[in-house]
């Protein structure tokens, strides 16, 4: 763990999550790279390995609403057993020194998911869970969030309805979110003829096993995890406790000041992105019109041949 | 035993011994309350429902110890299996075509060739651990005898393999589901399967002969994230090979695997 410190992301409230390179991964390149770029020997491979990524809170912190039994074997072995499977699985492919989020769009595979898939999202949706809550977290969003989510849901109350619901109707393992989503059709021809602010909107989807909305192109800024085991701990998990779970963990734990953050940089990568896209669109009309343009000046120096 | 449509509809019958003994708490019926004003018959007391009861295992919650603990067993059946009873009870309630089928009838049905109505969820969990509790008893494990073993080994090639196959597919599940042994109607031969969430053999016309609970709620009191652990006390100590001898000489009445297994005297 002490490893990590060297290349750390500069706050822990801020995961990267779909800023590919611009925010530090999860990844640490072993001792070994540099060492071999220093001239020596070194009979290792390069790998990059990913690492346990710890809570943004020591362990004990979430009492006693989520125990520290509960969290240091969720984290401690659960999580722990994803990154360990996952770093065996891509050792010599070439996944090998991708980051996440990449292994992750690329082993979903249009749903059709390759073996590395499960690892990898359960990686990075245990990383994106612990930095969704806070010791003394819970009560209301404010903000930018709260306006948003009142747009988008009609109240607070309506969200937290709609939330709790999500969580005990997924059946099986799963998880739910909030995320953030810019609708637009993803196929080359299509564009939003009438572009407003009101097609971006929040909303609250629940996904199955490992799969999280990052495959389905979405920004998600809140999650619950509703696999069964590690809640047995302190909850004994049928349908009643799950709500009771999902009470707790939206009274007392959310940490809504983070889900304002990843809010800010959900909104900030869409305008992003539909400023590319109206830069490359500009850019092909651009060229068209000036090839007209030189016709037209062609054209205009010959002389009307009426006369 | 086995997977004998036990759960008979009621027909509007206020004493119901169980046939293992266990009695039904008649809280749990959906029959309506008679509604008497001064004078009044109410029509109501006629309605007949059919509801699904809470069917106990075959032992007491405390005979697997300690392999798997009563602790477990309160919150595994006394919970969630109730709670898919629970469940399955109030869909019925809004749905009269579905109401008259026997179990069996409404997994296959709800089941809906892969695109499942909602109630199936609750039916086949309701099916899959009645099935589940019936294939352990106390002191099981060890090795089946006899035709059922030939069997296996003929399929297999060895019991060691079956059981690694099993283990194998046990550890490699992931999310929530069930691991079966399964004899194939049309291949006529045993096979090892694993489906998800409440996903069932019988969907596809299949006869399961034994079954592992795979949900995280199955083992985690006892063994907590270490299935491996559970697994090998399943197969060593619980596995009840008496009941899957049983399912399969049923099996064989509609299935026909060659030669009858007379055993040598």
Redesign the interface.
Known sequence: MAATAAVSPPCALVPCQGLRGALVSTRNFHATKNQRQRGRAVAAPISAKFDLKPPPYPLDALEPHMSQDTIS?HWG??HR?YVENLNMQIVGTDLDGMSLEDIIILSYNKGDILPAF?NAAQIWNHDFFWESMVPNGGGKPSGDLLGLIERDFGSFENFSVKFRSAASTQ????WVWLAYKANRLNVGNASNPRPSDEDKKLVVVKS???VNPLVWDYLPVLTIDV????K??SF??????RADYVSMFMEKLVSWETVSARLEMAKAQVAEREREEEKRKYGEDNVNSSNEAVEMYLDSNIEDPAE | MGSFSLHASCLAKHNLPWSNGCSQNLNSLRIPALQRGPGFLSRKASKILAFYGLKSPPYALDALEPYMSKRLLE?HWG??HH?YVE?LNKQLEKNDILYSYTLDELVKVTYNNGNPLPEF?NAAQVWNHDFFWESMQPGGGGMPELGLLQQIEKDFGSFTNFKEKFIEASLSL????WVWLVLKRQEKRLEVVKT???VNPIAWDDIPLMSLDT???AY??DY??DRGKYVNAFMNHLVSWHVVTARIIRAEAFVNLGEPKIPVA
Request: charged residues 15%; hydrophobic residues 20%; contains cysteine.
């Open positions: 074997y072995k659960h057993g499960n059946f099986g393992s799963g199955p096993n490992a696999w069964e085991g590690p047995c701990i004994i998990f049928s349908q009643s406790r | 919150t919970e969630h709670g469940g969820n992931f999310g929530s589901g998800s969430n409440a949900w995280e709620h985690y009191q907590k994230h």
